[in-house]
């Protein structure tokens, strides 16, 4: 069964603080993508890979940064997080054909 | 970017087909259109996809107009099951020179299903 995992479900941290979320795919997939997801907005993309050590600039960028080493691997970085940043974070893999998103549970990360 | 316009909420009884339309009247040439649905504390799961062809798969049909510029998610028996938010989305070329695609999805519509 493929899988797309998240490091977390639910977390909390502190104005400030680095934030670090991990996501991790089995699928041996070209392309990982990090979204934000709030009331009303929907899903937004943040940031996309399309290879190891290849990023590109979603829609909302700012404020957070990635990091991918290894194919199976994307990271998202709140380099010092900010109330504005509490929201669920969806993880997604596919293939380099697109036909097909895999998406993780999801991580809700709460701002104090 | 292209953009989908989808209703916020629609309702349905049970065992009765349900119709899901999407507005994406800027859709470029090469744009797909895909559903997802995301049921109460998951991720998206994909649904469908299409280019300009009607599409049928194991759990819903796609619906795509002559001019592209709307498609119709059709669910032929709406279960308790189908009770979720489907989204409407165009896979759109990255404008940021790496020539990868990202997806656009828009707020989606809460489909309610009626025992």
């Known amino acids: 069964d493929v899988k797309v995992t998240q490091s977390s479900r639910y977390l909390v941290k502190r104005t400030g603080e680095k934030v670090f979320l991990e996501c991790v795919q089995d699928?041996?997939?070209?392309?990982m993508f990090w979204y934000r997801q709030d009331p009303g907005l929907g899903l937004r993309l943040i940031y996309f890979?399309?290879?190891?050590?290849?990023?590109e600039k979603g829609d909302i960028p700012e404020g957070y940064s990635v990091s991918r080493e290894k194919k199976e691997r994307f990271s998202l970085i709140l380099e010092s997080a900010s109330t504005n940043q509490t929201s669920m974070y969806l993880c997604?893999?596919?293939?380099?054909?697109?036909?097909?998103?895999?998406f993780g549970p999801g991580t809700r990360l709460t701002v104090l | 970017d292209a953009k989908t316009t989808q209703p916020n909420s629609m309702e349905s009884n049970e065992e009765e087909p349900v119709h899901l339309p999407c507005n994406h009247s800027?859709?470029?040439?090469?744009?797909?259109i895909h559903w997802y649905r995301q049921l109460p504390s998951q991720g998206p799961e994909y649904v469908i996809h299409?280019?300009?062809s009607n599409v049928n798969n194991r759990m819903a049909s796609l619906a795509i107009a002559e001019d592209r510029k709307s498609s119709t998610l059709i669910l032929h028996r709406a279960t308790l099951r189908d009770a979720a938010v489907y989204y409407c989305i165009l896979r759109d070329v990255s404008r940021n020179g790496s020539g990868t695609y990202k997806y656009i999805f828009g707020t989606g519509t809460r489909l309610k299903v009626l025992a």
């Open positions: 699928m041996d997939h070209e392309n």
């Open positions: 890979s399309y290879d190891v050590k290849m990023k």
């Open positions: 997604a893999s596919c293939t380099s054909g697109y036909n097909e998103q895999f």
């Open positions: 800027t859709i470029s040439g090469t744009d797909y």
């Open positions: 299409g280019l300009t």
